[in-house]
């Protein structure tokens, strides 16, 4: 009998990683979830309700200090220094394809790690490389921001929604009794908790960038 092969989902307990994540069992693969503690007063529950609900394994990683350290940092020195950051593509980059994807295939002895991000991975045989190519979707495409990717991560990395559109998932994840469905979209301020705009992190976390200028 051959052995599935096995991978861990990066959940979020949205709409996009909770459908990854079935869509990998429905394709026979052996699917674990983990989910990265990035900073205080982030909500973990659904990460946890939806690998419950999916039956599959499901760990958190704490990831704080690093996420302090490395996005949050980033992101307060920059606007500091007139320059507009992008705390997403630091977070991807440094933490979620770095700290994250090491730690949670070791944690699982999961060779594959996959994520709900819109974009594609193909192998080009004539030049024996694996290359990121744009997503069927171009409005939610995501693979500039893979740039950074090695080609042992791209032979490691599936990218299921890659070739979906966004309203084909939730229709999909309808279809499939996914309760995460109709749940909104989140965006890329991850770390406003009490805050509702960028401008107010910084006015609470560092007043001294807001100067004339």
Same mark, same amino acid.
């Given at each position: 009998?051959?052995? &599935?092969?096995?991978?861990? *989902?990066?959940? +979020?307990?949205? @709409? =996009? /990683? ?46 704080? &200090?690093?996420?302090?350290? *490395?996005?949050? +940092?980033?992101? @307060? =020195? /920059? ?135």
């Amino acid at each position: 009998m051959t052995e &599935k092969k096995k991978v861990v *989902v990066a959940m +979020s307990g949205g @709409v =996009d /990683s909770t459908l990854t994540a079935r869509l990998l069992q429905e394709a026979g693969y052996d699917v674990y979830g983990a989910t990265m503690n990035q900073f205080d007063g982030q909500d973990l529950t659904e990460a946890q309700e939806m690998a419950d609900f999916l039956g599959i394994p499901h760990k958190v990683i704490d990831v704080r &200090k690093m996420y302090q350290d *490395v996005v949050l +940092s980033y992101f @307060v =020195d /920059s606007y500091k220094n007139g320059i507009t950051p992008n705390p997403c593509m630091m977070c991807d980059f440094k933490i979620k394809f770095g700290f994250f994807y090491d730690t949670v295939r070791a944690f699982f002895d999961c060779p594959y790690f996959a994520t709900g991000h819109y974009a594609r991975i193909t192998y080009d045989g004539t030049r024996g490389k694996y290359q990121v190519e744009k997503a069927t979707d171009l409005a939610k495409d995501q693979s500039y921001m893979m740039y950074h990717l090695t080609q042992d991560q791209l032979a490691h990395i599936l990218f299921p929604l890659g070739r979906m559109y966004k309203k084909d998932t939730r229709r999909i994840s309808e279809e499939k009794g996914l309760p995460t469905y109709n749940k909104a979209e989140s965006q890329d301020i991850c770390f406003l908790t009490s805050e509702k705009s960028y401008a107010e992190f910084l006015q609470n976390h560092a007043p001294e960038a807001f100067r004339p200028g």
